[in-house]
């Protein structure tokens, strides 16, 4: 028996989850194998492993087959010393080359910066100058990837709606004319009133489904997903200051007014000393730096926590061969529930940054009548 909602069941969707997450758990076996078995092959290490999967690179790293890395090399762009050098990241040999005087760092503090060597060895230059890094990376491509499919996706709704006028909507359209209707009327007109909600639509609308879309495409474990771009913090810090800049610009004087000269509270608490003012100002940059933090740490908790259990599986069976056996059941079990979790979280995360977006735009542009008719 399956439930079904729109033109989709639940075994339709959840099944396509199942297979993704059984092919990410057979990659990162032939990891542990080629990591824990065979001659020269080096010691499973979880946390070097973790951090990997959730960073950001200058190759895309599709799978291991025993000893064989296929990857996808990406353009590196680099600015040193006024001159341009460009050229691709299979030029570093996964960091065992020097190219052109630089290198690919692939382990301490620097790992995954590109460095100016000293001449004719291996070894950074410590007085040369960090080169100006313009490559494009993993999670840019991701962005590509993402921004592309947004303008495919959402195109082709926009053409169906001028072909089909007066009918109602079927595939692509019916599945995502509900979320578009739930962020137009439950987030953008019920937060910021049915006077000044269209000003704000397009960015909320874009921005849900920007964050929306990336977080699934995270959970993907197969090329072009797996990035983990909104687990990104220079990503979701970027995305705060456009919230920032746009309740910024948007306030009013009634806005300006409550941070500097807050009404109800006592004189003493303003003057001499500007307690309230200070406050007040400080809430105007903490807001959107809760917005990059809490977007940022959820995604990249969730993946930690289900590459933590694929872990498991290797540091057991390094103990015992049965042990990781037994474990594994266990940490599979768990890896397919967090994957069908973090679906929820996908889309909940996306729901709140793109709510507090439109609650901050609400309170930059609310007029001082507006208030006084909520509070009575």
């Known amino acids: 028996m ?3 909602t729109g033109n989709f069941s639940c075994k339709e969707v959840l099944f396509p989850v199942l297979i993704g997450w059984c092919f990410i758990i057979l990659t990162v076996n032939r990891v542990g194998a080629a990591d824990t078995t065979g001659g020269g092959g080096k010691e499973f290490n979880a ?13 895309w790293h599709i799978m291991d087959i025993g000893h064989t890395h296929i990857t996808l090399p990406l353009p590196v762009i680099l600015v040193y010393g006024g001159k341009l050098d460009v050229f691709m990241s299979s030029k570093f040999r996964h960091g065992d080359e020097v190219y052109n005087g630089f290198r690919l760092v692939t382990e301490g503090e620097m790992k995954g910066k590109i460095v100016r060597v000293l001449p004719g060895t291996t070894i950074p230059d410590p007085e040369a100058a ?28 926009a053409r169906a709606y001028s072909r089909r ?13 509900p979320l578009i209707i739930f962020i137009r009327d439950d987030i953008a007109r019920a937060s ?14 874009t921005l ?6 990336n977080n699934l495409l995270g959970l993907v474990p197969i090329f072009p997903g797996g990035a983990n771009l909104t687990g990104n913090i220079a990503v979701t810090g970027i995305m705060a200051v456009f919230t920032f800049l746009i309740t910024t610009f948007s306030g009013n004087r009634h806005y300006w007014n409550h941070i500097f000269n807050t009404p109800g509270v006592p004189w003493w608490l303003k003057i001499p000393v500007p307690l309230m003012p200070v406050v007040e100002l400080m ?19 969730g993946h930690i926590i289900i590459l933590g259990f694929i ?4 540091i057991f069976g390094k103990i015992h061969v049965v042990l990781g056996y037994g474990v594994s059941l266990v940490s599979v079990g768990f890896a397919v529930f967090m994957g069908l979790l973090e679906l929820l979280v996908a889309f909940i995360q996306a729901y709140v940054f793109t709510l507090l977006s439109a609650l901050y735009f609400a309170m930059a542009t609310e007029e001082h009548h507006e208030q006084a008719n909520n509070h009575s």
């Open 2 to 4: 399956s439930v079904r």
């Open 47 to 59: 946390g070097e492993m973790i951090v990997e999967h959730i960073t950001d690179a200058h190759e």
């Open 130 to 157: 960090t080169p100006l890094d313009l490559s494009i990376t993993k999670n840019v491509v991701a962005i590509f990837v993402s921004a592309l499919l947004l303008c495919v996706v959402f195109i082709s709704i």
């Open 165 to 177: 006028k007066d009918h109602a909507p079927r595939g692509l359209q019916s599945l995502l004319e």
């Open 192 to 205: 910021i009133g049915e006077k000044r909600y269209e000003r704000y639509l397009p960015y909320l609308l």
């Open 208 to 213: 849900f489904f920007f964050i929306f879309f």
């Open 283 to 301: 809430g105007v940059f903490t807001k959107p730096f809760v917005l990059m933090v809490r977007l940022f740490a959820n995604i990249t908790a």
């Open 311 to 314: 872990s498991l599986v290797f």
